[in-house]
Structure formats: structure tokens, C-alpha cells
């Protein structure tokens, strides 16, 4: 039993300078959305240099953001930036998961858009594009995981937790599958509530992230009994004193 042995956490420096850095608070009336890929923005523009392409540092260039404050742009939506997994039926073709919706790790970037590996890369990405008067959305997946059905793998909440973090079938072997991704989280729990909620202030707040955009949204205020807009989750959000100011 290799247990006692193994390593169970990283730590990391958590000092950054932010400098006098802070949410730009454009009202939602002023506000022109631009959706981009991080990876696809730069990875073929010559204007960047090639170390950084298709990384935050390459949406971070002067030239980048110029192009994108030209067109009249006040936001910036990065489709998914947590880490996430590539879908084994991609894999058995040779191909990877381009868009990002399959998450593992929310509190956690994706190592391919960081040509430093360090999560630094995104809060300098973020402070660069504040002082465009660029605000930063995320497109968030709280909806689901990538451990899948009960034919997918155990790699994290279906060995912590099974019963809590998803909802089940009445056959607790299966899952429900409202996201028709496989399974859904539980969001009427309370503990998996707070568990999307810290992940949301984290990057809210150690992130300096403006707001966010929730994928499949309507699952996260499913009850048992159906949608509720009164529901936990989203009622957890209202109440939050740092959600609550954010883009929502």
C-alpha cells in the first residue's frame, strides 16, 4: 500500500502583484461581448510571437488587445479554461477535446494554454486586458464532469463521494443524465453547492475574474421536483457577497 508515501497536494506561491488592479464594474447596458478561444485566437496570427501562441500570454500581447478594444469590444468571454479531459472516444481517434467542456478540475487551468506553466500567466493576461478597459468572462461547466456515466472513469468525485456529488438514478448504479453528457452534478446538495461556489470566488477573487457564463445553465437550478429559479444553487449566488457584484 503505496498510500502513506504518496504526495497529496502541491503548494504553490500564492504572492502576485497586482499592482492597483480590480474589477472594471461595466454596467450590463454598456457591456459588448467578445467569445474567443484561447487557444484558436492566436494560434495562427503571426503578429504573435510563436513561443506564446494559443497561450494566455499570446491573448496578452499589446497587439491582441488593441484589435479586440478596436472593434469596440468592453468584455472578453474565454470559452472553457479549466482543466479538463480529453473524451476517450477522441483519443481512440487520434483527436483531443478542442472546445473544453468535458471539466475535471475547477479550481485549475488547463496546462496547454500556459506557456509558463504557471497560473501567473492568466492573472497577467487578466491585469493586461483591465488596463484596456477589457472585462474578462469565463465560460464555466458546473453542469457536469468528465468522469461520465457509470461507464466512464473514477478520477475524482465518483471515489470521494458518488452519492453526493451526482444525481442518481433509482438504480444508484446509473446516473441521471439531464446534461446528456453522461452525469449531472447534484446541485441540491448542499456541500457540492459550496463546493461551486468557492470554485466561483476563487476565480472571482485570487483572479480578478469579471464574470461568468454558465454552460447548460437551466441544469443548475434543477431541483428534484424540477427548475426553480429560487432554486439553491443560484440563490446561494444572490446571496454571495463577492457573486453577487460579479457578471452573472
Known amino acids: 500500500d503505496s498510500a ?5 497536494c502541491v ?5 502576485y502583484d497586482w499592482e492597483d488592479d480590480a474589477r472594471l464594474l461595466k454596467p450590463w447596458n454598456e457591456t459588448v461581448i467578445y467569445e474567443t478561444h484561447v487557444r484558436g485566437y492566436t494560434m495562427r496570427n503571426p503578429q504573435v510571437p510563436e513561443a506564446v501562441r494559443g497561450t494566455f500570454a499570446g491573448l496578452a500581447q499589446p497587439q491582441v488587445l488593441q484589435y479586440i478594444k478596436d472593434l469596440g469590444i468592453t468584455a472578453v468571454e474565454l470559452l472553457p479554461v479549466h482543466a479538463y479531459l480529453d473524451d476517450q472516444h477522441l483519443l481512440d481517434k487520434d483527436l483531443r477535446n478542442y472546445w473544453g467542456y468535458n471539466t475535471i478540475g475547477f479550481f485549475a487551468l488547463k496546462s496547454r494554454y500556459l506557456s509558463s506553466g504557471h497560473r501567473d500567466e492568466f492573472r497577467d493576461m487578466v491585469k493586461a486586458m483591465h488596463k484596456q478597459g477589457l472585462e474578462v ?4 461547466v458546473y453542469n457536469h464532469t468528465a468522469e461520465g456515466s457509470e461507464l466512464g472513469p473514477t478520477l475524482s468525485f465518483k471515489g470521494i463521494d458518488n452519492a453526493s456529488y451526482y444525481r442518481l438514478a433509482e438504480d444508484k448504479r446509473y446516473y441521471i443524465n439531464d446534461t446528456g453528457t453522461g452525469n449531472t452534478l447534484n446541485l ?3 456541500r457540492v453547492i459550496q463546493f461551486v461556489n468557492d470554485s466561483l470566488r476563487y476565480w472571482a477573487g485570487e483572479m480578478h475574474v469579471d464574470g461568468f457564463r454558465f454552460d447548460l445553465a437551466t441544469i443548475l437550478g434543477r431541483e428534484p421536483s424540477g427548475f426553480d ?5 443560484l440563490d446561494a449566488c444572490n446571496q454571495d457577497p ?3 457584484e460579479v457578471k452573472l
Open 4 to 8: 502513506p508515501f504518496m504526495p497529496k
Open 11 to 15: 503548494v504553490v506561491e500564492d504572492t
Open 137 to 140: 468572462i469565463l465560460d464555466v
Open 188 to 190: 441540491s446538495n448542499s
Open 229 to 233: 429559479q429560487r432554486g439553491g444553487f
Open 242 to 244: 463577492l457573486l453577487s
